[in-house]
């Protein structure tokens, strides 16, 4: 039934909101700004300069303003601090004096103090702008929350912002968040749970000021504008590697309550360098002025990098960075952190664009110089027949060919885009970016500035001046996204956990440095480029030079004793392991190694595996010391332990790999298989009077070696070579070479690792020679040499 009353009210009503929503479009528009923390360091420093950028460039195009300087400080402190604040800021160098001034006390007259604590307090907020709003005729737009605080404040902060100072639903609102965002992928996903119960995705704005700076900015503008030319060069075939550095020379003083929560990692390398390593590494999008392709593109870069192990890193720590931490935090003198102050980081990324090239990120402390920059270095398969001296200045194809994003700082002391001449011109924006002017003498990464197409941006603008107008103009790919961060958590969560207890290799600090931070990397590895750092234990404010660093040499029950930290002790093993087997292939054709298992030894198959190409494989006979009575694939086998870790990597020919044989006729450790004696046999036959090169041992916290355990006599003496033992921890039976065959070797390595060790090492370094109750105590060879490898947990705890 039609009700034609009804329908002419209907009419009315929607003609009236048409020409209400008509007449407020009309009206000029008002956007809100609220600094919370606006007294504080940040804020000083950077925050209200771009504020007032911001203001400069917005205020002649038709827009409103009004700045709200908050903070927990009280009115009258807090606006004598603005007052000072306001009255510092500067103008372009371009902008003529008089109107400088003008606008600044235009800027001034617009901001004000607050004291904001309570829900109160927001709910007067919100009721002064609209009121403000409604008297001098406006509409308001939007507000946006800066939140220049600590993330602990974020939460209780957002549910004062969404209950109480939300703007009506014509305005939008925009908050914009601070990092850390997480110490963990767990803490990351739990902030990102609480602060999505009151903003939505499009509201949050999570500052990383990396992506603010001007040359940062420019990585993809640059690789869209000079598409042709990179096409053929953005990958694998062509690309040698890249270089993410941040390196700073100031060290963590006053900031170390911070340091020690985070370190050096979670401090750039999280954030800032991965940021740019997604855009150096993402596929272009067709559009980039396209937020939301920008973003599913870094998204897409992160699902395809390569997980990070243990190995894909180096730690270091500046020297007096300990010292620091007792005086700032009141730490006894025992105190030692172990937070990294320098980070190397290797990463590659599983696609077909860059399979195999190595990305290396490095940021420190207490470095020698102030830069950070981005270097694409790209193979050189040229030849050149003719002598360096003929060769044409920048044009040859034998120079090195890069390009490089000059960050900042540095020799250069400015940011650039640096392309080698003898790649191609590049195309940047001629109204932003400008030819850097020649300076002779200056030489970067090789090669002489006259060597590259350099340039640097017409006016110089600080990355938060930039961030504050793409948070007003709704830039979002300036900022990183929920899925992004959770994404970038996921990446370095695992390698964080795994180097909770590792120790860093101590620095000096600064040009003393030398070569000691130096690293290499092979395959998929990283290790530092000197193996033989040094000090035993840093003095509290001690701070040596690189030479005066060494591998502690001492005696321990009477034999030789090697102490270092644990990656060093690992290279000084490796490496003695090699010497042995080079001088057995010299002097007898071949080398019988016997290797134990367990977890110490993984490092060391690593170390073995990537670090020693002159290892005499093909002569190499490997044998296990002691072997679990499980099936030789079972993960628990320390032979599939070997097989992971070592054998799969080098080349010994399969018949000089003898497995100890736990496993016969479907059987495990079976006394009438007569596995033991079989073994036995077969090292009678082909090791010359059963005295093998190395043995490698390790030690148990309650004192056993190999599979050689206390209170049982299985193997301790007599004329068996190769025994059936027990163990008091699963799986309980094992087969163990015995100690007097053990004791026939020309050398035995006894590797002792961690702070779990540290009290048996103390025991055992007292006992005498009592093998039923510490069978490593009769672990002393007939006519050979006896060395400890101990790290310096296990030594010094």
């Known amino acids: ?91 372009p160098g371009d902008m003529a004096l008089g109107h400088c001034a003008e606008l600044k006390a235009q800027f001034q007259q617009l901001s004000e103090y607050r004291q904001l604590k309570t829900p109160e307090d927001y709910l007067a907020l919100s009721k002064d702008i609209e009121a403000q709003v409604k008297h001098e005729g406006l509409q308001e737009t939007g507000r946006i929350f800066y939140l220049s605080v600590p993330p602990f404040a974020y939460v209780d902060i957002a549910r004062n912002i969404n209950s109480s100072c939300r703007p009506g639903p014509s305005a939008w609102l925009r908050v914009v968040l601070e990092k850390p965002f997480g110490h963990d992928l767990h803490s990351a996903q739990q902030l990102a749970t609480e602060l999505g119960r009151f903003f939505r995705e499009e509201e949050m704005y999570r500052v990383d000021h990396y992506l603010g700076k001007q040359v940062v900015a420019q ?58 390593l997604t855009l150096v590494a993402m596929e272009l999008p067709v559009n980039i002025s396209s937020p939301e392709a920008v973003l599913q593109h870094k998204l897409q870069a992160f699902q395809v990098l390569r997980g990070l192990q243990r190995h894909s890193a180096v730690l270091g720590q500046y020297q007096a960075y300990s010292g620091q931490v007792r005086r700032e935090l009141q730490k006894p003198d025992s105190f030692h952190s172990l937070t990294p102050t320098f980070a190397g980081i290797l990463v590659h990324i599983d696609n077909l664009r860059w399979e195999g090239v190595p990305f290396i990120l490095m940021s420190g402390k207490a470095l020698d110089e102030r830069v950070s920059y981005v270097r694409i270095l790209f193979k050189n398969q040229a030849f050149c027949v003719q002598s360096e001296k003929h060769w044409v200045a920048a ?14 700082h540095g020799k250069l002391g400015s940011p650039a885009v640096l392309v080698s001449r003898n790649l191609f011109r590049p195309a940047l924006p001629s109204a932003s970016w400008k030819e850097v002017e020649g300076r002779p003498g200056l030489h970067l990464f090789g090669l002489p500035l006259s060597d590259y197409y350099a340039y640097s941006p017409v006016r110089e603008q600080d990355a938060y001046s930039l961030l504050i107008s793409h948070i007003f103009h709704c830039r979002k790919d300036s900022f990183v996204t929920t899925e992004n961060l959770l994404a970038s958590w996921v990446f370095w969560t695992p390698l964080l956990d795994s180097l909770a207890h590792e120790v860093p290799r101590f620095y000096p600090g600064g040009a003393e440095n030398g070569q000691l931070l130096d690293f290499e990397f092979s395959g998929g590895h990283l290790s530092f480029s000197q193996p033989l750092p040094e000090q035993l234990v840093p003095g509290p404010d001690s701070a040596p030079l ?38 057995a292939v010299q002097r007898f054709g071949e080398f019988h190694l016997a290797l134990s298992g367990g977890s110490s030894p993984v490092a060391l198959f690593q170390q073995l595996a990537t670090g020693h190409y002159s290892f005499p ?39 000089n790999v003898h497995p100890m044989p736990v496993h016969q006729r479907q059987r495990l450790c079976a006394e009438e298989d007569q596995g033991a004696q079989a073994y036995a046999e077969e090292i009678s036959a082909l090791v010359t009077n059963g005295s093998f090169d190395l043995v490698l041992l390790g030690m148990g916290t309650d004192g056993h070696t190999a599979s050689l355990f206390p209170q049982s006599p ?25 100690l007097p065959l053990i004791n026939r070797a020309r050398k035995v390595a006894v590797l002792v690792m961690g702070r779990m060790k540290r009290e048996i090492a103390m025991l055992v370094s007292r006992v005498g020679h009592e093998p039923r109750k510490w069978p490593i105590s009769g672990v002393l060879p007939d006519s050979g040499q006896l060395v400890w490898y101990m790290d310096y947990d296990a030594f010094l705890g």
């Not at 090195?400 to 960050?407: K, N």
């Not at 299985?714 to 087969?735: F, I, K, Y």
């Open 1 to 91: 039934m039609k009700r034609p009353g009804v329908w002419k009210m209907l009419v009315a009503a929607m003609c009236m909101a048409l020409l209400s929503s008509l007449q407020a479009q009309d009206l000029p528009g008002q956007v809100s700004i609220v600094l919370l923390g606006a007294t504080g360091d940040l804020a000083r420093k950077y925050l209200w300069q771009g504020l007032f950028h911001l203001y400069l460039e917005e205020v002649g195009k038709g827009h409103h303003f009004r700045f709200h300087g908050t903070a927990l400080t009280s009115t009258e402190q807090g606006q004598e601090v603005i007052a000072k604040i306001l009255e510092s800021l500067s103008c």
């Open 219 to 276: 990585i993809l503008p640059f690789r869209d504008q000079n598409r042709a030319a990179l096409d053929g060069l953005w990958s694998r075939h062509h690309v040698e590697r890249v270089e993410i550095i941040m390196k700073e020379t100031l060290d963590a003083e006053g900031r170390t309550s911070f340091y020690e929560e985070y370190g050096v990692i979670r401090d750039v390398l999280q954030n800032h360098l991965t940021e740019v």
């Open 395 to 408: 044009q040859s194809r034998c120079l090195p060919r890069q390009i490089i994003f000059y960050i900042g």
């Open 546 to 583: 690189p030479s005066d660093f060494q591998v502690l040499r001492a005696k321990y029950r009477e034999s030789p004793l090697i102490s270092a930290w644990p990656e060093e002790l690992i290279a000084r093993l490796a490496g003695d392991i090699e010497a042995a087997a080079v001088r």
């Open 617 to 655: 494989w093909a002569r190499t006979h490997l044998w296990l010391v002691d072997e679990r009575c499980v099936p030789l694939w079972d993960p628990e086998s320390n032979f599939q332990g070997l097989q992971t870790h070592l054998l799969q990597h080098v080349r010994v020919p399969h018949y």
């Open 714 to 738: 299985a193997g301790l003496d007599g004329e068996q070579l190769v025994v059936l033992t027990t163990s008091p921890s699963s799986p309980h039976r094992r087969m163990s070479l015995s």
